[in-house]
């Protein structure tokens, strides 16, 4: 089991950045992907981006791209989500999930262990 926790949500002007991050606890040895997931109200809970541990790859929802950056501290165990230029429609609540089997990447269904999630509030 992965225990996962998020920080660095919070309120923000259209335009602004965040910085979210993800620390990552307990059987962290197994994880092969990282990734954030978003759910905004009445909304499924929809991909974002991930980052494989071990390689570093990166996969982006096309919606961000250009605009939010992951990265990962492997010494640390914390993966973090740059995000700039923050639109409206960036409202969600953002949650971290590790995958330790390598399933589908932009499926929630992929990863296995869930953060509680951090609000992002992004206004007009």
């Known amino acids: 089991q992965v225990q996962l926790v998020e920080s660095g949500g919070g309120l923000v002007q259209a335009g602004g950045s965040l910085r979210l991050s993800c620390a990552a606890s307990g059987r962290t040895f197994s994880i092969y992907r990282m990734g954030w997931f978003r759910q905004a109200p009445g909304k499924e809970r929809e991909f974002v981006v991930a980052?494989?541990?071990?390689?570093?790859?990166?996969y982006y929802a096309d919606s961000v791209k250009g605009r939010f950056t992951i990265s990962r501290d492997n010494a640390k165990n914390t993966v973090s989500l740059q995000m700039n230029s923050l639109k409206p429609e960036d409202t969600a609540v953002y949650s971290c999930?590790?995958?330790?089997?390598?399933?589908?990447?932009?499926?929630?269904?992929?990863?296995?262990?869930w953060g509680q999630g951090t609000q992002v509030t992004v206004s007009s």
């Open positions: 999930a590790a995958d330790v089997h390598g399933g589908l990447v932009s499926s929630p269904s992929g990863y296995d262990n």
């Open positions: 980052i494989n541990w071990n390689n570093g790859r990166t």
